[in-house]
C-alpha cells in the first residue's frame, strides 16, 4: 500500500475556476480523471470539507490530497519470463515475445503480460492497467513501456496524447511498393466483422507514415512510424490501401504464393503464422528526468528468416 498526502494552496492565478481544473494544475503529477475520483470519495477536500469536481475554489484555499493506493483490480500475479530492455524505480521497457496476449480479455483471463507484469513488480496493482499505457496486438513483436508509479502514468500517457512518443516499426507487405507513403484515415469497427478495424467515416483520427527499406519479387519490407495509436492501425491501414502484412491472420486474407514461387519461399510463407510486424525502436522523455530516451529491439528469428528467404528469392538463390 502507498500512502499519498499531498496540499497546495490555490493562487490568485487559478481562482474562481473548478476544483477539478484546479487540482489537475496543482497536482500535475496525477490525470484528471484521477483526481476527480479523489474529489468524489473525500480523499480530495478543499479546507477540510468534501467538495465536488465542478465547485469553484477560491485563492488561498488548501486543496488536500490524503489516500491510501488500492490495487486497480484483483489481477493474479503469474510468473513469466520478460525480456527487459530499461528498468528504474518509475519506467520499465521491454520486448515482447510474439504469442502473448498485454491485457486480460474475454477468453484470456490469465497468462497474459499484465499478469507476468505484477509477479515481477507487485506494485504495479496501485498503476492503472497495471502501468501499460500502450498495447501491441497478441502476435505483433518488439518494445512497450510500461509506468512503474501514477506519476509516470500521467506523464507517459500525456506525452502520447501530445503524440510526443516516437514509435517505429518494421514491417513486410503483401505486394511491391514503388515509394512511401502516408495513411490518413480514420479508423473505427468493421461494419461486418467486429474484431477488425476498417477505415470508416466517423471513426478516430489515425495517421500512419511508411518508406520502404527493400523491394522483393512480390514483397516489401518497410519502416513505419505511427503518428497516432489506434487498435491495429498499422494492420488495417496497410490492409486498406492492399498491402496488407504478411501472415495478418484478420487483414491479409487468403494465402496468395506469388508467380514462380520457390520451394523454400513456398514453405517461409506457408509457415509464417503471424503478422510480420515488429516495433523495432522507441523514443520518448523519462518521465521523472526529462531526458529523451531510445531503445532499439533486433528483430525476431522468424522475421529475420523471412527476410533472408526473401532476399534469396530476389537473386535466385
Not at 475520483?37 to 469553484?56: F, M, Y
Request: hydrophobic content about 40%.
Amino acid at each position: 500500500m502507498t500512502h499519498i498526502v499531498l496540499s497546495a494552496l490555490v493562487p490568485e492565478a487559478l481562482a474562481n475556476q473548478r476544483l477539478d481544473l484546479v487540482a489537475a494544475k496543482l497536482f500535475p503529477d496525477y490525470s484528471r480523471a484521477r483526481l476527480q475520483a479523489w474529489v468524489k470519495d473525500a480523499h480530495l477536500t478543499v479546507n477540510g470539507s468534501r467538495a465536488r469536481p465542478r465547485d469553484t475554489v477560491y485563492s488561498g484555499d488548501e486543496l488536500k490530497v490524503d489516500v491510501v493506493l488500492q490495487a486497480e483490480r484483483e489481477w493474479e500475479a503469474q510468473p513469466m519470463p520478460l525480456d527487459i530492455v530499461y528498468e528504474d524505480d518509475y519506467l520499465l521497457v521491454l520486448n515482447k515475445a510474439s504469442d502473448v496476449v498485454v491485457h486480460p480479455a474475454a477468453g484470456h483471463h490469465d497468462g497474459t503480460l499484465l499478469n507476468g507484469l505484477l509477479d515481477h513488480a507487485p506494485s504495479l496493482q496501485e498503476v492503472p492497467r497495471a502501468g501499460i499505457v500502450h498495447r501491441l496486438d497478441k502476435d505483433t513483436t518488439g518494445l512497450m513501456m510500461v509506468a512503474k508509479t501514477l506519476e509516470s502514468h500521467a506523464a507517459l500517457v500525456e506525452q502520447l496524447r501530445l503524440r510526443e512518443v516516437k514509435r517505429e516499426y518494421e514491417a513486410v507487405t503483401q505486394g511491391v511498393l514503388t515509394g512511401g507513403g502516408t495513411v490518413d484515415a480514420p479508423l473505427g469497427r468493421h461494419p461486418v466483422n467486429r474484431k477488425r478495424r476498417a477505415v470508416v467515416a466517423n471513426g478516430q483520427e489515425a495517421v500512419t507514415h511508411y518508406r520502404v527499406i527493400q523491394r522483393y519479387r512480390s514483397h516489401t519490407h518497410i519502416h513505419v512510424q505511427l503518428e497516432t495509436g489506434r487498435t491495429h492501425q498499422i494492420r488495417a491501414h496497410l490492409a486498406h490501401i492492399n498491402i496488407p502484412l504478411v501472415g495478418d491472420p484478420l487483414y491479409a486474407g487468403r494465402l496468395q504464393l506469388p508467380a514462380a514461387c520457390s520451394p523454400l519461399l513456398a514453405e517461409c510463407l506457408r509457415g509464417f503464422k503471424r503478422q510480420a510486424l515488429h516495433a523495432r525502436r522507441l523514443t520518448l522523455r523519462h518521465p521523472v528526468s526529462d531526458e529523451i530516451m531510445t531503445w532499439e529491439a533486433p528483430l525476431p528469428e522468424d522475421f529475420q528468416h523471412l527476410l533472408e528467404v526473401l532476399e534469396s528469392d530476389l537473386h535466385g538463390t
